[in-house]
C-alpha cells in the first residue's frame, strides 16, 4: 500500500452544515465552491485515477470551541469527495471506490481549515 496523501483546503466559502435551511440554489453554490476548491487543489501532478479504491477521512477544524456535531458537516465532505472525482483522483464515489468519508474534528482550535487524508484501500 501507498502511503497516504493529505490536503489541506482553507475554507473558500461557509462550511455547509445538514441542519441548515438554505434555499436550494444558496446550497447549490457553496456545494460547487468546495468542489471547485478541491478539484483545483489536486488538479496538478496527479495522474487520473490514482486510487482506485481509497479510504476518506476529513477532519474540520473551527475557530472557536463551540459544540458541535461534526457529522451535521456531511454535505462539505460530500463536496469535498465530489471535487476529487472531477480531478480523476477517484474514478467515482460509489461504495466500491471509496469507503468514508469519515468524519473527524480536529483540536486543537486555530484557523478554519479541513484536511482531507486520502489512504489505499484494499
Not at 440554489?25 to 485515477?49: N, Q
Not at 477521512?57 to 457529522?71: E, K, Y
Not at 484557523?111 to 482531507?116: E, F, G, I, N, S
Request: hydrophobic fraction near 35%; charged fraction near 25%; proline fraction near 7%.
Amino acid at each position: 500500500m501507498s502511503e497516504p496523501i493529505t490536503l489541506t483546503l482553507t475554507p473558500p466559502c461557509a462550511f455547509i452544515n445538514a441542519n441548515q435551511r438554505l434555499h436550494h440554489y444558496k446550497r447549490a453554490e457553496l456545494t460547487r465552491t468546495w468542489r471547485a476548491l478541491t478539484a483545483a487543489t489536486v488538479a496538478d501532478g496527479w495522474h487520473p485515477y490514482h486510487y482506485k479504491r481509497a479510504h476518506i477521512t476529513v477532519s474540520i477544524r473551527f475557530a472557536t470551541n463551540h459544540r458541535r456535531d461534526v457529522g451535521n458537516f456531511y454535505p462539505t465532505a460530500k463536496a469535498i469527495v465530489d471535487g476529487l472525482v472531477d480531478a480523476k483522483v477517484l474514478a467515482d464515489d460509489n461504495d466500491d471506490c471509496i469507503t468514508g468519508p469519515d468524519l473527524r474534528r480536529e483540536r486543537p482550535n486555530g484557523p478554519p481549515r479541513v484536511t482531507v487524508e486520502i489512504r489505499e484501500a484494499s
